[in-house]
């Protein structure tokens, strides 16, 4: 079965910018991998921030974005709050079957 | 409002059975693929099993192939997750999850807890 890439731990400065990546043990992640991200606060259950690559809930605050960049999905988060302190996942799809990466624990700090 | 509920989650010896249930309100139950997804203590997020929205499509993860059982009822608007042959390394927390396409998640449960111990 397909591994599922992430950086297990990032941090960033409250108002900057970072950029998680999900990588595919099979090859280039492309939009037919349908990436999805998720944020996890200790103690909750998942949240889905972006579905297919790019899409937001109504939920999702403006300042993530999902989209692809170098081979792999990226999530990017633009203007950091301490609430984004949280781990995030990424999904991928495959035939018959779907993957989480391990992980990337967000440090705001 | 959306509302994933879980239940059934609890201790059980390895080699033994516990049937979850997610109990699904405030949509269309019906309309809907369902997942499972399970949460080890401390570690991350792992996929279970997921079914079509009549039932007549499942698939699972390899660890849990032949041991587990999705299954629902549409008149009930419940999700299922009977599981045989229950190890140690099937602790953790599981959620169920909505999606409306095979691959999508949307909204989750708060999850159960499943412990296997002797």
């Known amino acids: 079965q397909a591994v599922v890439t992430q950086e297990p731990s990032l941090t960033v400065s409250p108002g900057g910018t970072v950029t998680l990546t999900c990588g595919s043990s099979t090859g280039a992640v492309t939009s037919g991998h349908y990436p999805y991200w998720f944020q996890q606060k200790p103690g909750q259950a998942p949240r889905t921030l972006i579905y297919d690559t790019s899409n937001k809930h109504s939920w999702t605050p403006a300042r993530f974005s999902g989209s692809l960049l170098g081979g792999k999905a990226a999530l990017t988060l633009s203007g950091a709050q301490p609430e984004d302190e949280a781990e995030y996942y990424c999904?991928?799809?495959?035939?018959?079957?779907?993957?989480f990466g391990g992980g990337t624990k967000l440090t705001v700090l | 409002e959306v509302q994933l509920v879980e239940s059934g989650g609890g201790l059980v010896q390895p080699g033994g059975s516990l049937r979850l249930s997610c109990a699904a309100s405030?949509?269309?139950?019906?309309?809907?693929?369902m997942h499972w997804v399970r949460q080890a203590p401390g570690k991350g997020l792992v996929w279970v099993s997921r079914?079509?929205?009549?039932?007549?499509?499942?698939s699972y993860a390899d660890s849990v192939k032949g041991r587990f059982t999705i299954s629902r009822d549409n008149a009930k608007n419940t999700l299922y997750l009977q599981m045989n042959s229950l190890r140690a390394e099937d602790t953790a927390v599981y959620y169920c999850?909505?999606?409306?396409?095979?691959?999508?998640?949307?909204?989750w449960g708060q999850g159960t807890l499943v412990t296997v111990s002797s």
């Open positions: 999850a909505r999606g409306f396409l095979a691959h999508d998640f949307d909204y």
């Open positions: 405030g949509f269309t139950f019906s309309s809907y693929w």
């Open positions: 079914i079509n929205s009549d039932g007549s499509s499942t």
């Open positions: 999904l991928l799809s495959y035939s018959g079957f779907v993957v």
